[in-house]
């Protein structure tokens, strides 16, 4: 903390414009609300030198002329200069309710021939316009998502200043006012009320507030709760939860229910919640969604630690399949998709399914160059095809889009992706087990398809191990008489040598390091 700079302000004022510049300009900041700051209170920096400046413009003004980015605060052209200082000044009388259309008229004028405020590069003007539209809320987003695109100048700049900093609308989501609320009224309980969420507190209190804001949702609701919902074996302090919305849509109430259950935990566990966007089907995302999602998880009173994507991983991704397939544990299947089913359903083996390794990898290459052999095939996993569970027998792990769109983050890069959001996460989650190694970490209740499928990807990519040591006889009857006996019941009765995986089938743990697994989701 001692070379970071300290920004603090009052609930319900955060100096939005100022926190967007120092994201865009790659500043270190520790931004948060200090609920002992009245209302008219101006937000503070504190810098490493024990210098202090004041006032939301001061401190945007301050990030501009340290930023590393040409033009980000007029360059070395004085006139600029005062054309930023000028449209700075301007900023806050978007916050004038009864004039906020007025001024949209004349800011839409105004960028008639211009890209940017000032000149020709992205510069604090265009951040404080920005931050100014953005504080308005729901307000600003009706008029930009409207189809008669009333102020369309306006619209085509604000998307303009979305894809040049695409960080910039995340950065400001968490400081949002409803979003401040939530932070003054959880700074305000103190990091006691964690602790009485753990079974340490006093009568009522402890029921009413859950250790946490999600405590009512999480917990059934109310001060008659009965008792607080735990996660066993966690460790305060090492919780990692984390909410995976498909940016396909809008928020609905099963995000809603997610992502509460998630900021429950982590807040009752002094952890962290992420949140990671499954884009992996670009036919379908839009960056639409995404802000949409990460404005209504604000208005819900949501924060987060990090943000990711999936697409992050797409690099590890494809290695990790090429090393599946370098090692016999997954193929290439070009079988017609009417007939792959059949043969699914009827526990028949593909023919695929003995192409050598030669023979994948030459294929495999062709769906990563998205070529019309490539289109035609699918990357499957050589699981066992007489698993009860049909869904896991040999389930497809990677296939070419069809739909030939650019993807919302990384264009046309890519051509092969993973099917669905349940296989994604299974192979970014088995990624960030092995490289965070989190000693609990959550998601709400999955299916037993997705975390069989989670274990079998953990022991082919940590231990280097095949299905055998991973398999459960839930899902496969066939595993059963791999031990040295055999399973009669899935409580009580003859235990195997690899007994049942706790992480799939709720029986008891099959020897896995317990970052593995669940508790009670998986990573």
């Known amino acids: 903390m001692a070379n970071k700079s300290v920004l603090r302000f009052p609930p319900d004022a ?29 937000p503070v920096l504190y810098l ?3 210098d202090e400046l004041r006032g939301a413009s001061t401190i945007l003004r301050y990030f501009g002329r340290v930023a590393q980015r040409e033009g980000f605060y007029g360059g070395s052209d004085p006139i600029a200069v005062c054309q930023v200082d000028e449209v700075v000044d301007y900023a806050p009388t978007l916050a004038i309710g009864s004039e906020f259309e007025r001024i949209c008229t004349y800011l839409n004028s105004y960028l008639a021939a211009r890209t940017f405020f ?28 409207s189809p008669t695109a009333k102020y369309p100048n306006l619209i085509r700049w604000y998307n303009t200043v ?25 700074a305000k309980r103190g990091p006691g009320a964690g602790e009485e969420g753990k079974g340490g507190g006093k009568g009522k209190e402890e029921k009413g507030d859950g250790g946490g804001r999600a405590g009512g949702s999480a917990g ?20 990692v939860t984390r909410f995976p919305p498909e940016p396909s849509g809008y928020m609905h109430i099963g995000h809603a229910k997610a992502a509460l259950m998630n900021q429950f935990f982590a807040e009752k566990y002094g952890g962290k919640m992420l949140v990671r966007f499954d884009d992996t089907n670009p036919s379908k995302e839009k960056d639409e969604f995404v802000e949409s999602i990460l404005a209504d998880m604000a208005r819900l009173g949501l924060t987060w630690d990090k943000i990711t994507h ?110 669905t959001t349940s296989r994604a996460r299974t192979w970014t989650a088995s990624r960030a087990s092995r490289t965070r190694c989190a000693p609990a970490s959550t998601t709400t209740a999955t299916s037993s398809t997705t975390k069989c499928s989670r274990t079998w990807v953990c022991g082919a990519w940590r231990c280097g191990t095949s299905r055998a040591s991973t398999s459960c006889t839930r899902c496969s009857p066939s595993a059963s008489s791999r031990g040295s006996s055999t399973t009669t019941a899935w409580t009580g009765g003859t235990t195997r040598a690899s007994p049942p995986c706790r992480a799939c089938c709720g029986g008891a743990h099959c020897g896995r390091p317990q970052a593995v697994h669940s508790l009670p989701g998986r990573i």
């Open 14 to 42: 955060a100096p939005l414009a100022a926190i967007g510049a120092a994201v865009i300009a790659k500043i270190e900041v520790d931004a948060a609300v200090d609920a002992s700051l009245s209302g008219s209170s101006p």
């Open 48 to 50: 490493p030198t024990g």
């Open 220 to 239: 059934g609701g109310g001060g008659d709760q009965p008792a607080e919902l735990e996660l066993p074996g966690a460790v305060y302090g090492q919780v």
């Open 310 to 419: 999936t697409s992050d991983y797409f690099d590890g991704l494809i290695a990790m399949c090429e090393k599946l397939i370098r090692e016999g544990k997954a193929y290439v299947d070009s079988t017609p998709k009417e007939k792959m089913r059949e043969e699914r359903m009827e526990g028949i083996e593909s023919a695929c399914r003995a192409h050598s390794v030669e023979r994948n990898l030459q294929l495999w290459g062709e769906m990563l160059k998205g070529s019309d052999e490539g289109k035609e095939c699918c990357v499957r996993a050589k699981w066992d095809m007489q698993a009860v569970n049909k869904t896991l027998r040999d389930p497809v792990y990677f296939r070419v889009d069809a739909s030939g769109l650019p993807h919302l983050r990384t264009g046309s890069k890519y051509k092969a992706y993973p099917p």
């Open 118 to 145: 000032v000149g020709f590069d992205l510069s604090i003007a265009d951040v404080a316009i920005f931050a100014g539209l953005f504080a308005t809320g729901q307000r600003w987003d009706s008029i930009r998502k």
């Open 162 to 186: 979305h894809a040049e900093a695409p960080d910039l609308s995340p950065s400001l989501l968490p400081f949002s006012r409803k979003a401040a609320q939530a932070l003054a009224s959880a």
